[in-house]
């Protein structure tokens, strides 16, 4: 029986005990303040991160992971394994997914399969769970992928920026334009189409947008399949479990958890963005 090794990238976000228990490996993207280079949840995590925000002037830069750690990562798992499914946050934002392909054949004795989220945060965090229970049954590489790509027709995902001047100035949005000059006047809700980052709605206020996202939600909630679903939050930790109690209530048929963006995503989004994400089992 081949033996599958599943790898994702730190924006998944997935708690380390989850990971440890699954057998997840990661590999961490970085940010950098001034000349310090911190790698993401291994020596910096979100709320540290959103504390060090307020002590500088500028904001950080964020890092992809070099092409040696892929490199150095794929030849530890091939001690143990015989293959890996890279999964990474999408291609549209970050050069981390073509990391995986490029260096997938650089290393002997591992077949590697590189897999594009085309999305981030808990939400890419699923495709990993779900590939590595389906490893630990034993399941082969290509009966996984063909599940992620099934789940993908069915993941959704909105979420709400308090300020949109992170995201243009990391150039992660696009379609930008359709909001200059109204910047300070909404909270737009954005999300991702071809694995880039779009707006979607114009929104006056936080709790019309909460709103609005609660009724994009509840078209594919109401059918009662049951279905996965993670509140996403910005250093907003008591907001995200009100809104999970509050919609617990109302679809006892959905597993809801909460999570958050670290800090490589937190750095696009800016504090205070709030996001919610779900699939159909």
Avoid at 49 to 63: C, M, N, R
Avoid at 103 to 114: D, F, L
């Amino acid at each position: 029986m081949m033996k599958t090794a599943i790898l994702t990238d730190s924006t998944a976000y997935i708690p380390q005990d989850i990971r440890e228990k699954l057998h997840i490996y990661m590999i961490p993207l970085s940010v950098v303040f001034g000349n310090e280079t911190y790698r993401e949840e291994v020596d910096i995590y979100a709320d540290e991160f959103y504390e060090q925000v307020k002590q500088h002037d500028k904001l950080p830069t964020t890092s992809q992971p070099p092409l040696g750690l892929f490199v150095e990562t794929f030849e530890k798992l091939a001690k143990d394994y015989d293959a890996v499914i890279s999964i990474h946050l999408s291609s549209g934002i970050s050069g981390t997914y073509q990391g995986a392909v490029t260096t997938a054949n650089m290393v002997e004795g591992i077949k590697v399969y590189p897999y594009d989220s085309e999305i981030s945060c808990m939400m890419q965090g699923f495709y990993a769970i779900e590939a590595a229970n389906m490893a630990l049954e034993g399941k082969s590489p290509e009966e996984i992928i063909a599940r992620l790509d099934e789940m993908k027709k069915t993941v959704r995902a909105y979420f709400m920026v308090d300020d949109l001047s992170h995201l243009q100035r990391g150039g992660r949005l696009s379609g930008a334009q359709a909001f200059i000059g109204s910047l300070l006047q909404v909270k737009p809700i954005l999300h991702f189409v071809d694995k880039v980052i779009v707006p979607f709605e114009k929104i006056r206020t936080r709790k019309k947008a909460i709103k609005r996202i609660e009724e994009l939600f509840a078209e594919d909630a109401r059918t009662g399949v049951p279905m996965k679903a993670v509140i996403i939050h910005a250093n907003r930790p008591e907001e995200a479990e009100a809104w999970k109690n509050e919609l617990s209530q109302a679809y006892p048929h959905v597993e809801f958890m909460i999570s958050y963006f670290g800090p490589v995503i937190g750095t696009h989004l800016g504090e205070g963005s709030l996001g919610l994400g779900w699939y159909k089992l």
